[in-house]
C-alpha cells in the first residue's frame, strides 16, 4: 500500500473520532439546559403557590374588615332602635338591622373559605420548596457528572488532534487538502474501504483492475471512487498472518467473499 493512503487512513480514523467527540460537546449545553430548566421550573412553583397565598392573605384582612364593618352597623342599628318614634322607622331600623346580620354571615362564610384555602396555599408553597430542594441536589449531580464528562470529552478532544497533527504531517499538503475537499463533501469519509467487490461507501461496482491494483503491496496509485468520488483503499484484514487458510476464514467470518489472492510482482 502506499505509504501515503496509510496515513490517510489513520487520518480518517481520527476523523472520525473526532466527528463523535465534537457532536458529543456540541450537545452539552443543551444537557445544562435542561437541568436549569428543570430547577427554574421548581422555583417558579413556589412563586406561584406564594402568590396565591399573598392574594389569600389580603383577602382574608378584607373580609375580616367587612365582618367587623357590617358588626359595627348591626350594634348602631340596635342603639338607635330605642330612639324611634314610630311604627315605621322601627321596622325600616329592623330590616337594616337584619340585612346587616345576612351581611355578617356571608362575609364570615367567605373568611372561612379563605382561610380554608390559606391553608391549602400554604401546604402548596411548602410541597414546592420541599420538591425545589429535590430537584436542587439532583442538579447539583447532574452539574458534576455533565462537567466530568465534558471535561473528559475535552481531553479525548485534545489527544485526538494531536494524533490527528501527527497523522497529517505524514502526508503531502496538498494530497490532505485534497482529501479534506471530499471529506467536507461526505459527511467527514473522504475513504472508502473495498467491500467485496464494491465501494464500501456508495456500494457502487468497483473495477477488477483497480481492486487488483490495491490490493498490490507495492501499488504507488490512487484510485476513486466512480460515484462518491471517495479515495479507495484495500484493508487486508488478514495481512498479520497472511497465509491463505488465515485469509480465507477471516473473510468468512466478516462476511465477505474471499479475496483474491494479490499477484506478486
Ligand atoms: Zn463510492
Not at 481520527?14 to 460537546?25: A, K, N, Q, S
Not at 330590616?95 to 391553608?119: W, Y
Not at 420538591?131 to 452539574?143: N, P, T, W
Not at 501527527?166 to 479534506?180: F, K, Q, W
Request: charged share 30%; net charge negative; aromatic share 4%.
Amino acid at each position: 500500500m502506499h505509504p501515503h493512503l496509510k496515513s490517510l487512513i489513520e487520518l480518517q480514523a481520527v476523523d472520525l473520532r473526532l466527528i463523535g467527540i465534537r457532536e458529543r460537546l456540541e450537545r452539552f449545553p443543551k444537557r445544562l439546559a435542561e437541568t436549569e430548566g428543570r430547577v427554574t421550573t421548581a422555583k417558579q412553583q413556589i412563586a406561584t403557590a406564594k402568590e396565591s397565598l399573598l392574594t389569600g392573605q389580603k383577602e382574608r384582612k378584607t373580609f375580616e374588615m367587612d365582618v367587623e364593618q357590617w358588626k359595627e352597623r348591626a350594634k348602631k342599628y340596635r342603639n338607635q332602635s330605642g330612639e324611634v318614634k314610630t311604627n315605621e322607622a322601627y321596622k325600616a331600623l329592623l330590616h337594616e338591622i337584619q340585612n346587616a346580620e345576612d351581611e355578617i354571615a356571608k362575609a364570615e362564610d367567605r373568611l372561612l373559605e379563605r382561610m380554608v384555602s390559606g391553608e391549602e396555599y400554604d401546604r402548596q408553597v411548602k410541597t414546592a420548596e420541599a420538591a425545589l430542594k429535590e430537584v436542587e441536589a439532583i442538579a447539583a449531580k447532574e452539574r458534576q457528572a455533565i462537567q466530568a464528562e465534558y471535561n473528559a470529552a475535552q481531553k479525548e478532544l485534545s489527544a485526538a488532534e494531536a494524533v490527528r497533527a501527527s497523522a497529517m504531517a505524514a502526508v503531502p499538503e496538498d494530497l490532505v487538502s485534497h482529501y479534506e475537499r471530499i471529506a467536507k463533501r461526505h459527511g467527514g469519509i473522504a475513504l472508502a474501504e473495498i467491500r467485496g467487490e464494491g465501494c464500501g461507501q456508495c456500494g457502487v461496482h468497483i473495477r477488477p483492475h483497480v481492486i487488483q491494483q490495491l490490493q498490490r503491496d507495492s501499488n504507488e496509485g490512487f484510485f476513486h471512487c466512480e460515484t462518491c468520488t471517495r479515495i479507495l483503499y484495500y484493508a487486508d484484514h488478514a495481512a498479520a498472518s497472511g497465509s491463505p487458510a488465515n485469509t480465507a476464514s477471516a473473510a468468512a467470518s466478516t462476511g465477505d467473499p474471499p479475496p483474491t489472492p494479490a499477484r506478486e510482482n
